[in-house]
């Protein structure tokens, strides 16, 4: 009967359990049985002792849990979930060692065999997503971003020509307080650390590179697919002596690679379109370290409620989406992410905007000159809408902190990011 | 001509259209094209002037818009989102007065219209709930809840008898200062004034509820479904001279009623079930104020994977969910509401669980006598197992700041809920 248990191992469970209902011995099919369980389990690091003396050992076991009788063991195998609590709550089973340890490392041992699986359905509905989207983003992208650099100069803040909603600490902040606020409040959220490296995706002209290279010394490889902001970051690193510290990258967010300690994204999210967060889930699970740390923010709204205003997504943004936060979740829920903090600073984009109309109002004559008054008439309602947007709870902007979901390198409390005096700064 | 159209109210917009595209003068077509358009958008404050002098006004108008052609005018009823940026662009169409105010009041029409018919929706998927879900609660929460106070009085903390996840600023804390250290964390972010009045949705054994009127002078009326835990707060109120500013209703979160600045609910998700959220949803959205705000702290995980654990369902937690992050929006989505504020505290809730589990095995003798040996085996799974799911990052424990979403009566920050002396505290 052993050597015939030996050879089925591709038959069916039930099959096995009938063969081997009528031994009252040791042998192959209580080993193969267990053995069964401990793979289905995930290999956790455990010893299983069976009623016989069996000996199941994982690779440094944590805890041995003595299994008393063939009964329980089926029971095991054919509903674990339900039947471990049974058998533990009436002494069937017993666990030897540390209770939480064992129970955290059977809890990590089934994650890990979840992910697995889920990895390979995220792969295969990639490889159904039409390999035109590339070129797509690109002109869609370019559409916007490359009206000219010397255009958003005239009304954008000096400080870091940030194109994204700035973080108003006081109500009396200038715009360039403002936007230099931003970055340290991402970066404090980020946790950055002297030496890491970080991967941004969609970097505009490139400020938040910078900055983060500048201030907390970190390694930056930032992906943009606009030509124009590019060859602006690019320069101003140059002139900046960052240019070992940042890498500026003419490429697609699909692309990124290597390893990195964070993830950042500012106002990319919104030309993403949801059809694109599975990648975009992908692209960060490829990247991210396993203690690694991340952060999106992206214009939202308070429910899904279809296409963006279609105006502003034939003339300012083609294939702008601004997602709901059920939406913007998607991309954590179909990765190895664990959502830490979620703020919403829709009346910062408020002032930021308010921030914006008045310089662009004091320079429209220049800017009437250059292009003509349809685009005058266009950018102006564009701006005051946005505004009116966010002022009037339309638009919300969510910043997302999410780390991997497996580690435990968390700060305790977000008490860190209100620390306002410098020696507190990473 | 002009009479019959007024007859025809009824008939389609297309039909109207070609009636009155042949006449040049003013009259009755032009003015109910107009009285169309702003219905539909909600009849917002602003005045319409047509080419022809006809004038639609709203109470108060904060802007005038010049309609300059009738073919301006039927664009803009058949593709309101698209066109009315065309006509803006192209100076069909112009705006007398404050753009962002004039645009903020169209987009706050809107979303009034809107709301209306989510609401009507709701209402129509509300009386298709079957009616033994209340009773269903009921028995429950029974199961769990009931067991005895002076069973969870053994290894729960002193101060607030709080069976959620407790709050550790400092690591050293002990149980008592981390559990009232949860209540004051919440109280900040519900931004509690003197005289406000808070509906709380499963109170437990009511110790936030004493709490936020012991310490921040609010009216509570608090809900639970457990007639000793009921019982309990009851006495303590009236013990501690409380029982002026707190209620105490013995019924199901579905049947609050009145109106409140704050809606709280601390570990009551867990036990609604998906099927409830819009009951939930509804429930708040009759209740909270225009400038209300609420939390729900649940137990959650990182992605929607089917039920619970089963053994735990059977043996604890009848009825038990926990909803991904994702999930719990749903609540927020359905209502109109906006999300401000999401913190991920899981591992808070493992070292409470530290907490309970010594506690718990520190009065093993006392339960096994009350109980049996089953029972205590049961709660050391249930704890230890807990511990282990929050500490590996199974299990999440969320809480959701949210607020009317038309309200703008934000913090600017979240640097009030880091301020550790007393003067600052509201």
Same mark, same amino acid.
């Given at each position: 009967?052993s050597?015939?248990?030996?050879? =089925?191992g591709?038959?069916?469970? *039930? $099959?096995?359990?009938? !063969?081997?209902a009528g031994?009252?011995?040791?042998?192959?099919? +209580? @080993?193969?049985?267990?053995?069964?369980l401990?793979?289905?389990a995930g290999?956790?690091p455990?010893?299983?002792?069976?009623?016989?003396?069996?000996?199941?050992?994982?690779p440094?076991?944590?805890?041995t849990?003595?299994?008393h009788?063939?009964?329980?063991l089926?029971r095991?195998l054919?509903?674990?979930?339900?039947?471990?609590?049974?058998?533990?709550?009436?002494?069937d089973?017993?666990v030897?060692?540390?209770?939480?340890r064992?129970l955290? =490392?059977?809890y990590?041992?089934r *994650? $890990?065999?979840q992910? !697995?699986?889920?990895?390979?359905?995220?792969?295969s509905?990639? +490889? @159904?997503a039409?390999r035109?989207?590339?070129?797509?983003?690109?002109?869609?992208?370019?559409?916007?971003?490359?009206l000219?650099?010397?255009?958003y100069?005239?009304w954008?803040?000096r400080?870091?020509?940030?194109?994204?909603?700035?973080?108003?600490?006081r109500?009396?902040?200038?715009?360039e307080?403002?936007q230099?606020?931003k970055?340290?409040h991402?970066?404090?959220k980020l946790?950055?650390q002297?030496?890491?490296?970080?991967?941004?995706?969609?970097?505009?002209?490139?400020g938040?590179?910078?900055?983060m290279a500048r201030k907390?010394g970190?390694?930056?490889?930032?992906?943009?697919?606009s030509?124009?902001?590019v060859?602006?970051?690019?320069?101003?690193a140059?002139?900046?002596?960052?240019?070992?510290?940042?890498q500026?990258?003419e490429?697609?967010?699909?692309t990124?690679?290597?390893?990195?300690?964070?993830?950042?994204s500012?106002?990319?999210?919104?030309?993403?379109g949801l059809?694109?967060?599975?990648a975009l889930?992908?692209a960060?699970d490829?990247?991210?370290?396993?203690?690694?740390r991340?952060?999106?923010?992206?214009?939202g709204?308070n429910?899904?409620?279809g296409?963006?205003?279609?105006?502003?997504?034939k003339?300012?943004?083609?294939g702008?989406?601004?997602?709901?936060?059920?939406?913007m979740?998607e991309?954590f829920?179909?990765?190895?992410?664990?959502?830490?903090d979620?703020e919403?600073?829709?009346?910062?984009?408020?002032?930021?905007l308010r921030?914006?109309?008045?310089?662009?109002?004091?320079h429209?004559?220049?800017?009437?000159?250059?292009?003509?008054?349809?685009?005058?008439?266009?950018?102006?309602?564009?701006l005051?809408g946005?505004?009116?947007?966010?002022?009037?709870g339309?638009l919300?902007?969510f910043?997302?902190?999410?780390n991997r979901?497996?580690?435990n390198?968390?700060?305790?409390?977000?008490a860190?990011?209100?620390?306002?005096?410098?020696?507190?700064?990473?």
């Open positions: 009967m050597s015939d248990n030996k050879n =089925s591709a038959s069916t469970l *039930a $099959t096995t359990a009938k !063969a081997t031994a009252g011995s040791a042998g192959a099919g +209580s @080993r193969w049985l267990a053995r069964t401990y793979e289905k290999r956790p455990i010893r299983l002792l069976l009623w016989d003396g069996t000996e199941i050992r994982g440094d076991p944590v805890a849990v003595h299994i009788s063939r009964a329980a089926l095991l054919l509903h674990p979930d339900l039947y471990f609590g049974e058998a533990f709550m009436h002494g089973l017993e030897e060692g540390d209770l939480v064992f955290e =490392s059977l990590r041992a *994650a $890990t065999a992910e !697995a699986r889920l990895s390979r359905v995220a792969q509905t990639l +490889s @159904r039409r035109n989207t590339l070129n797509g983003s690109r002109n869609n992208i370019q559409h916007h971003y490359d000219g650099n010397d255009f100069e005239l954008l803040d400080a870091a020509m940030q194109y994204t909603c700035a973080y108003f600490p109500a009396e902040a200038t715009l307080e403002a230099v606020a970055l340290d991402v970066c404090r946790r950055l002297p030496g890491e490296t970080v991967v941004e995706a969609g970097c505009g002209w490139g938040l590179a910078r900055h907390y970190v390694h930056v490889r930032a992906y943009n697919i030509h124009e902001q060859a602006f970051a690019r320069e101003r140059r002139a900046e002596g960052l240019d070992d510290r940042v500026y990258i490429d697609d967010y699909r990124i690679d290597g390893a990195c300690d964070a993830f950042v500012i106002g990319m999210l919104e030309h993403v059809e694109n967060y599975p889930s992908q960060i490829r990247v991210l370290k396993p203690n690694g991340g952060l999106i923010h992206s214009i709204r429910r899904a409620t296409p963006m205003n279609p105006w502003i997504e003339r300012i943004f083609p702008a989406y601004p997602p709901s936060l059920r939406e979740l991309i829920e179909h990765g190895d992410f664990s959502v830490l979620v919403n600073l829709r009346l910062h984009y408020a002032e930021t921030h914006w109309l008045l310089r662009f109002e004091q429209v004559e220049t800017i009437g000159r250059r292009f003509d008054a349809d685009f005058v008439r266009a950018w102006r309602l564009y005051a946005s505004l009116a947007a966010f002022s009037s339309t919300q902007l910043q997302v902190v999410f979901a497996r580690s390198d968390l700060p305790r409390t977000r860190h990011l209100y620390v306002e005096t410098a020696e507190h700064l990473p």
